[in-house]
């Protein structure tokens, strides 16, 4: 037995590295995982108290449609329930377009260094995959824009994007929007859109209004904290969602992640929260990169990346022997590693280890 010529030669996704693992295999007591972008908060309670609601459901399939989640999603974004589509996270939802928008040989454009997921699910279905370097961490809607045929079928907007935090403005979107051609789908996610309060970010909302070809974006799984239920969201034009959902496979979200979901939709103060400490714990991660002479990027999320002046992979290695479990090896930046943004106490164990590990290298 064969498989697909074009998917032998894929990678499969390495996820951030247990605790457990860590625990045993280096055997300490304590390790801290900043390494995939969790909310260290976990979840709202109401979450939770709908998590153990669902139990006594546990051998009901779960609503197909998730009717009442999506009806409550487009109460709150202004959309009618025909434009929403859920899935297992929002990697499904990029799965879905790619198996019903990508066809042998049709182009799809992306940012070189970005999230792995479109590219993996656009081979999947052979397409031909356009990468353009990020300026300065941050997509270059321009050279993007450049590289857009007749043959482009998807462009992919990671906003903020993963692995850099950096974003695309308003205006920056907007011209490019403006020029992208209708029949090119632009995808605009916006998976740590909440953890924003820039002006200058944009609401892919306002423009999927403006621009029909959009589609956006989002999860529950970043500041929601529902990481583990598997829920994320598409947002687009009715006809779009209804191609995407004719290849969704049925049962495709639990029970458990559709009644936490609505509940956690329900408790904005929990949000708002996690917002106000995250904003807190970027700016004493900036500070100490400061002061410890190392440049970062502009976060915006609830990670930041930055430049160690070494191969990251080896200051990854030095800081998982502290505890520290960050992530390092993001195609073209060798010396660069992402740190998701903890408690007030994690970033100051991250902080100290990180010190530490750089001091020992210059011994």
């Known amino acids: 037995m064969q498989p697909k010529p074009n998917v032998v030669h894929l990678p499969v996704y390495q996820p951030g590295k247990p605790v457990e693992d860590v625990k045993r295999e280096l055997g300490l007591a304590e390790v801290i995982k900043l390494a995939s972008n969790e909310n260290p908060f976990g979840a709202s309670p109401k979450a939770k108290e709908a998590i153990a609601r669902e139990v006594q459901n546990i051998s009901i399939y779960p609503d197909g449609a998730a009717v009442e989640l999506t009806a409550a999603v487009a109460r709150r974004y202004g959309v009618n329930p025909d434009q929403i589509i859920f899935g297992a996270g929002s990697d499904e939802i990029i799965l879905m377009i790619a198996r019903a928008y990508l066809r042998p040989g049709d182009e799809t454009v992306m940012a070189a260094s970005t999230f792995p997921q479109y590219k993996h699910n656009a081979e999947i279905e052979n397409a031909v995959i356009i990468e353009v370097p990020l300026k300065e961490g941050t997509h270059d809607l321009y050279g993007m824009l450049a590289k857009v ?50 002006p200058a970010y944009p609401d892919g909302l306002e423009v999927l209004n403006k621009y029909p070809n959009v589609v956006v974006l989002r999860t529950f799984s970043k500041i929601y904290g529902l990481a583990s239920l598997r829920i994320g969201y598409g947002i687009g034009r009715a006809d779009v969602i209804r191609a995407i959902n004719q290849v969704r496979e049925p049962f495709n979200t639990s029970r458990f992640g559709q009644a936490a979901a609505l509940a956690a939709l329900e408790d904005q103060a929990f949000v708002e929260e996690c917002r106000r400490i995250n904003r807190e714990g970027l700016l004493t991660l900036k500070a100490a990169f400061d002061r410890l002479g190392l440049d970062a990027f502009p976060a915006y999320g609830n990670f930041i990346m930055v430049d160690v002046g070494r191969p990251g992979a080896e200051v990854f290695d030095a800081m998982l022997r502290k505890g520290i479990i960050v992530r390092a090896g993001h195609k073209g930046y060798p010396n660069h590693i992402r740190i998701t943004v903890g408690s007030p106490e994690q970033n100051l164990k991250v902080i100290a280890a990180l010190e530490a590990v750089l001091q020992e290298a210059k011994v």
């Open 149 to 198: 045929t007749d043959k482009t079928r998807i462009v992919w907007v990671c906003n903020p994007n993963n692995p850099t935090g950096t974003i695309v403005t308003k205006d920056e979107l907007e011209w490019f929007l403006s020029k992208v051609p209708s029949s090119v789908m632009v995808v605009l996610d916006e998976a740590y859109c909440e953890y924003i309060d820039d």
